[in-house]
């Protein structure tokens, strides 16, 4: 394989220099994309329960109680209570749902980072010995 010249060289590196930078572009896109995703899925539940727990424990609690102080003749208070329960048992199980997509969305772009260092120290270890391998 024949030696390539140094204006070759340069040309190399700023064609794959490009490249690299526009796929590691993209990479942080995505990243950032997906977890942003997670991060809204999971507000968008948590407040759902909020909102449902706020409305429920207006209009339910009442329709809830009545129905059962008027069905099963229980005194107000027990009627109460058991609505209570009911939509509260509602609520934990809507923030728990949401916790774990809290979690799991972590927007930063980490293999975009990383790879980008690697790209850094590859480009470093190419200007200090240009003939030898690009790993």
Do not use: C
């Not at 339910?60 to 129905?67: K, M």
């Not at 509602?90 to 809290?102: E, N, S």
């Amino acid at each position: 394989m024949p030696e390539r010249s140094i204006s070759q060289l340069i040309k190399d590196i700023k064609a794959d220099t490009q490249a690299l930078a526009q796929e590691e572009s993209a990479l942080a896109k995505s990243e950032i994309q997906a977890g942003a995703k997670n991060l809204g899925i999971g507000a968008g539940l948590a407040g759902a329960g909020v909102f449902l727990l706020f409305l429920a424990s207006i209009m339910a609690i009442f329709a809830g109680a009545a129905a059962f102080h008027e069905g099963l003749g229980w005194p107000w208070w027990g009627s109460f209570l058991i609505v209570f329960g009911i939509l509260a048992l509602i609520a934990l199980i809507l923030v728990a749902i949401a916790i774990p997509l809290f979690k799991k969305g972590n927007p930063t772009p980490t293999s975009a980072i990383n790879g980008g260092k690697s790209a850094v120290e590859a480009l470093k270890r190419s200007l200090t010995n240009p003939s030898g391998p690009r790993y």
